[in-house]
């Protein structure tokens, strides 16, 4: 334990010293006076009224000898005392600055600690050290690796390993239990460029992840409802669809049965009756599963696909609502077809939800008048999409509010629905925007990363 001298003493050695000066002083002064024949005046001051003149000589001396000896003792001590007194100083700072950084780092949120190049703590704040049932005397010392979990240690070993080979800050996380910890690693340096120390700073992040993991889940689940709410406005659309082939089976059916009644057996006829019904079955049965794929709730998972068939795909759900509403479709996909990483019922929402905003701007001009455009490209990397339509366009200044949650220029609207695109996007490490189409209307871009990798079937 480090023992500090008292706050005062290098001012009681200057007190004691510099009086013990001032007399070798006064004597000095004294014998100055004596030397310049001022005897009397001296002897007088000392109380002695008179001496011969050959002890004169000797008293001389023997004063200024003294105040001589007096200065060549007091000077260096006086000097020794201050050098002590600066000494104490300095380590009186030196206390409280070690306080002050031990206040500092036991006062942080997160575990603070310090190793050497083999693993070894060196330093580490309270908290810290309390995550081991140790106190930070008790861990210093110690190797990390003693006190870590297994699995944990041997990532602490491998980022290790990798930080002594390239010196640079790295950030792991790792679960113990049902808890999440992020670490940042950096490193410290010789004079070499050589690891010399490593500052380790772990958080508990437990709640952020469960947090993320929240809203990941309540995201998830505002996409099915807003998929859902889709189906729900295309159930005209849809049921139109589902209608035709329906109606197909049942004359198919009911022209064959009129044969077999009339005991007119052509087989060759009743069997292309029951192709036909048969197609139109698989063609009700293709409807319905593509809703069924739309609408579905599951763990969405990330591949590589194409994105025209993705686009193609959504289109074949909400065809039926473009021919109920009369308006013509253009697709200008670039070919060969570009390749993204992502779910692909996501991106389908994204087109699907940007074509029935078009369709319902577009509700406004006569019937057969409204027209629509997806096209792709591939510009520095990336895939651009661009959805267009004549309708009457955006209002000017609103551009940026579009994405915003519950705006919407749509008196049925919930305003959910670009928010929930831009949320996508976001996640498909893309952007979204909307500018006005070069003619009239709107026109929503897309730009998603180009994936190299093979489609997945």
């Avoid at 000066?21 to 109380?47: P, Q």
């Avoid at 001590?77 to 070690?98: K, M, P």
């Avoid at 025209?308 to 759900?317: S, Y």
């Avoid at 577009?362 to 661009?386: F, Q, V, Y």
Wanted: charged share 20%; net charge negative; with cysteine.
């Amino acid at each position: 334990m480090r023992i500090s001298p008292p706050n005062n003493f290098d001012s009681l050695l200057v007190r004691v010293f510099g009086v013990a000066a001032l007399t070798a002083i006064t004597v000095l002064v004294l014998a100055v006076a004596w030397e310049f024949k001022i005897e009397d005046s001296v002897l007088s001051f000392l109380g002695i009224q008179h001496i011969e003149e050959s002890n004169s000589e000797r008293w001389r001396y023997i004063v200024t000898s003294v105040g001589l000896t007096a200065l060549a003792l007091i000077i260096p001590i006086w000097l020794l005392s201050r050098s002590i007194g600066q000494r104490i100083a300095i380590q009186n700072l030196q206390a409280e600055s070690e306080k002050n950084w031990r206040d500092l780092i036991n006062s942080a949120p997160e575990s603070i600690f310090m190793i050497d190049k083999d693993g070894t703590v060196l330093e580490a704040n309270e908290i810290g050290a309390s995550g081991f049932r140790l106190t930070a005397d008790e861990l210093i010392g110690r190797s990390i690796f003693a006190v870590v979990p297994p699995n944990v240690a041997e990532e602490r070993l491998g980022f290790l390993c990798q930080m002594l080979e390239k010196p640079e800050t790295v950030v792991t996380l790792d679960s113990r239990g049902d808890r999440w910890f992020e670490t940042i690693a950096s490193p410290h340096l010789n004079e070499q460029g050589e690891v010399e120390k490593i500052s380790l700073f772990a958080r508990d992040i437990t709640k952020r992840v469960q947090a993320e993991e929240d809203a990941r889940r309540q995201h998830e689940q505002l996409a099915h409802v807003l998929r859902i709410a889709t189906i729900d406005e295309m159930a005209s659309g849809i049921a139109h669809e589902l209608n035709q082939p329906l109606a197909a089976i049942t004359t198919y059916i009911n022209g064959s049965l009129r044969h077999l009644e009339a005991g007119d057996l052509p087989s060759r006829s009743i069997a292309e009756a029951l192709e036909k019904a048969s197609e139109q079955t698989i063609r009700a049965g293709n409807v319905i599963q593509r809703l069924r794929d739309y609408t579905r709730r599951e763990n969405l998972q990330s591949e590589n696909v194409s994105i025209n068939d993705t686009i193609q795909t959504a289109m074949q759900l909400i065809q039926p609502e473009l021919e109920l509403n009369q308006v013509a479709l253009t697709l200008d996909l670039a070919q060969p077809s570009l390749a993204f990483n992502g779910d692909p019922i996501l991106i389908q929402q994204v087109i699907i939800n940007l074509v029935s905003n078009g369709i319902n701007a577009m509700k406004s001009h006569p019937p057969g008048s409204g027209k629509l455009t997806i096209n792709t490209t591939a510009e520095d990397g990336m895939i651009l999409i661009g959805v267009t339509d004549n309708g009457p366009g955006i209002e000017p200044g609103i551009h940026e509010e579009l994405f915003n949650p519950y705006f919407t220029t749509n008196e049925s609207g919930l305003g959910l629905g670009l928010a929930i695109c831009q949320s996508i996007v976001d996640k498909h490490d893309g952007q979204i925007w909307c500018e006005p189409a070069p003619q009239e209307g709107a026109e929503f871009r897309i730009r998603l990363p180009w994936s190299v990798a093979e489609i997945t079937e």
